[in-house]
T-cell receptor, first 111, second 114 residues
C-alpha cells in the first residue's frame, strides 16, 4: 500500500530562520504536489513537480523532487509569520487523480 | 474564473440519517474528486468522477457513494450516518494540462454527526 510520510509533523520556527519539510513516498511516481491549508480553510495549490530533479520556487518557498529517492522537500527561507499554516504533500497514483496525502506539517512561525 | 463551490458549507445531522453534498467544479473541468479530512485520519481519497463515470474509489464503505452529472457537477451521498463520519469533505476539480492533473479544491463542507 502506498505510504506518504511527512516530517516533521509539527514545526515551530523563529522568523528569519530556514527549515526544510520532507516528504517520502513508497511508490514510483513522478508527480508530486504541495498544498497549503490555513485553519478552517481549504487547500491551496503551491507546487506541482513533474519530473526527477524538478525544482520550483515561489517567494520564500522552494520545492524539489528526487524520484529515485522517492523524496520531495519543501524549503522555507527566512520564514515570516504569514507562512504559518499546514503544508501537505501528495502523490498522484498513476496520474489518475487518486491522490494520497501526507499527514501534513503544521508550521508555526513566531516573531 | 469562478472557483470550485461546495454546498452546503456546514451541516449537522444525527446518526442514522443520510446526507447529500454538492460540488460544482471550475468551468471546463471534467474531473471531480472527493476527500474526507479528519484530525485522526488526515486527508483520505473517497472517489473520483470523470465524464459521469467513477474512475477511482478509495477504501471507504459502500455507505459513501457519489455521482456526476452531465454538466460535471457532482454529488456525494453518505447513508446511515455514523459519529465517525464527522469531517470536512472536500471536493477538487481538475483538467489535464501539460500532461498532469492539478487539482483545485473547494472550500469544503463541514459535516457534524450527533
Amino acid at each position: 500500500e502506498l505510504k506518504v510520510e511527512q516530517n516533521p509533523l509539527f514545526l515551530s520556527m523563529q522568523e528569519g530562520k530556514n527549515y526544510t519539510i520532507y516528504c517520502n513516498y513508497s511508490t514510483t511516481s513522478d508527480r508530486l504536489y504541495w498544498y497549503r491549508q490555513d485553519p478552517g480553510k481549504s487547500l491551496e495549490s503551491l507546487f506541482v513537480l513533474l519530473s526527477n530533479g524538478a525544482v520550483k520556487q515561489e517567494g520564500r518557498l522552494m520545492a524539489s523532487l528526487d524520484t529515485k529517492a522517492r523524496l520531495s522537500t519543501l524549503h522555507i527561507t527566512a520564514a515570516v509569520h504569514d507562512l504559518s499554516a499546514t503544508y501537505f504533500c501528495a502523490v498522484d497514483i498513476d496520474n489518475n487523480n487518486d491522490m494520497r496525502f501526507g499527514a501534513g506539517t503544521r508550521l508555526t512561525v513566531k516573531p | 474564473k469562478a472557483g470550485v463551490t461546495q454546498t452546503p458549507r456546514y451541516l449537522i445531522k444525527t446518526r442514522g440519517q443520510q446526507v447529500t453534498l454538492s460540488c460544482s467544479p471550475i468551468s471546463g473541468h471534467r474531473s471531480v474528486s472527493w476527500y474526507q479530512q479528519t484530525p485522526g485520519q488526515g486527508l483520505q481519497f473517497l472517489f473520483e468522477y470523470f465524464s459521469e463515470t467513477q474512475r477511482n474509489k478509495g477504501n471507504f464503505p459502500g455507505r459513501f457513494s457519489g455521482r456526476q452529472f452531465s454538466n460535471s457537477r457532482s454529488e456525494m451521498n453518505v447513508s446511515t450516518l455514523e459519529l465517525g463520519d464527522s469531517a470536512l469533505y472536500l471536493c477538487a476539480s481538475s483538467t489535464i494540462s501539460g500532461g498532469y492533473n492539478e487539482q483545485f479544491f473547494g472550500p469544503g463542507t463541514r459535516l457534524t454527526v450527533l
